[in-house]
Nanobody, 124 residues
Framework: QVQLVESGGGLVQAGGSLVLSCAASGRTMSRYAMGWFRQAAGEEREFVAAAISWSGGSPYYADSVKGRFTISRDNAKNMAYLQMNSLKPEDTAIYYC????????????????WGQGTQVTVSS
């Protein structure tokens, strides 16, 4: 079983930055794909970014965050991060960390493991 705990959310002005952290426990995460999703009020949860550790491939990003958000991970610490720059009011949402043994399931939005979420609010 994998437990994921997010932190780092908060209130920020448009154009500002935040770093979200995801602490994983229960398994060694190096063989898991890890990613971030978000859900704005009244909308469906959407994919934001994913990082695959074992393939050596590039991270995946939603078009809406490319060039502004950067996902990273530290397998030694079982941590994942989401650096968010140039934040916009439309980035306001609850952000969820997720993990799965396969990239496909993660990117499809059906990973095995979810965190509880952390609120990010961007004021205009």
């Amino acid at each position: 079983q994998v437990q994921l705990v997010e932190s780092g959310g908060g209130l920020v002005q448009a154009g500002g930055s935040l770093v979200l952290s995801c602490a994983a426990s229960g398994r060694t995460m190096s063989r898991y794909a890890m990613g971030w999703f978000r859900q704005a009020a009244g909308e469906e949860r959407e994919f934001v970014a994913a990082a695959i550790s074992w393939s050596g491939g590039s991270p995946y990003y939603a078009d809406s965050v490319k060039g502004r958000f950067t996902i990273s991970r530290d397998n030694a610490k079982n941590m994942a991060y989401l650096q968010m720059n140039s934040l916009k009011p439309e980035d306001t949402a609850i952000y969820y960390c997720a993990a799965d043994g396969t990239t496909a399931r993660l990117r499809a939005g059906v990973p095995d493991y979810w965190g509880q979420g952390t609120q990010v609010t961007v004021s205009s």
